[in-house]
T-cell receptor, first 112, second 112 residues
Framework: GDSVTQMEGPVTLSEEAFLTINCTYT??????LFWYVQYPGEGLQLLLK?????DKGSNKGFEATYRKETTSFHLEKGSVQVSDSAVYFCALYTSGTYKYIFGTGTRLKVLA | KAGVTQTPRYLIKTRGQQVTLSCSPI?????VSWYQQTPGQGLQFLFEYFSETQRNKGNFPGRFSGRQFSNSRSEMNVSTLELGDSALYLC???????????FGPGTRLTVT
């Protein structure tokens, strides 16, 4: 079945460091891919998305490129801030199943 | 537009009791999904409703049930509560034809 695998955390970085959170997926169809972020005490928020191969999603300095050949959707940010500390979830959605598949989440902690 | 709202935000119940959680989606959204989030299991899909019909269901026992009303508001019910049901229950809504999900802040359920 469809699945999402993302790197285990926690990831601890200093402010202004480069961030990469790896995400790979398995899907039988042509999924849409998403990154969601969850701040403490809140629900998830959509961070960015890509709906087809080679699409790049971007928002708030974060980027991820839909790589069909490597079935990956890695999240990157050039310079993290303390306010980026949160849990990040990679997810996929395949038409026909009407079901989202979420990764286990990666906790990011940014130190000042 | 107002976001997804969930009530109550916090709930404490005793083992064996039942509980009903409520979710009001964003105006115009017809799809509502429910998730259980725990530190050990991560984010697990419970079920999805679209136009008052359950369109998809996760792997949870029959004690977990839901419904959706004609105004798209949704409720989920858990009967015969167990200690392991303690979790954050998240509701998410989606507009028709859009794969993005918009999450509410969640209901924190504690079973003692």
């Amino acid at each position: 079945g469809d699945s999402v695998t993302q790197m285990e955390g926690p990831v601890t970085l200093s402010e202004e460091a480069f961030l990469t959170i790896n995400c790979t997926y398995t899907a039988t169809g042509y999924p849409s891919l998403f990154w969601y972020v969850q701040y403490p005490g809140e629900g998830l928020q959509l961070l960015l998305k890509a709906t087809k191969a080679d699409d790049k999603g971007s928002n708030k300095g974060f980027e991820a490129t839909y790589r069909k050949e490597t079935t990956s959707f890695h999240l990157e940010k050039g310079s993290v801030q303390v306010s980026d500390s949160a849990v990040y979830f990679c997810a996929l959605y395949t038409s026909g199943t009407y079901k989202y598949i979420f990764g286990t989440g990666t906790r990011l902690k940014v130190l000042a | 537009k107002a976001g997804v709202t969930q009530t109550p935000r916090y709930l404490i119940k005793t083992r064996g009791q039942q509980v009903t959680l409520s979710c009001s989606p964003i105006s115009g959204h017809r799809s509502v999904s429910w998730y259980q989030q725990t530190p050990g299991q991560g984010l697990q899909f419970l079920f999805e409703y679209f136009s008052e019909t359950q369109r998809n269901k996760g792997n949870f026992p029959g004690r977990f049930s839901g419904r959706q009303f004609s105004n798209s508001r949704s409720e989920m019910n858990v009967s015969t509560l167990e200690l392991g049901d303690s979790a954050l229950y998240l509701c998410a809504s989606s507009p028709l034809g859009n794969r993005e999900q918009y999450f509410g802040p969640g209901t924190r359920l504690t079973v003692t």
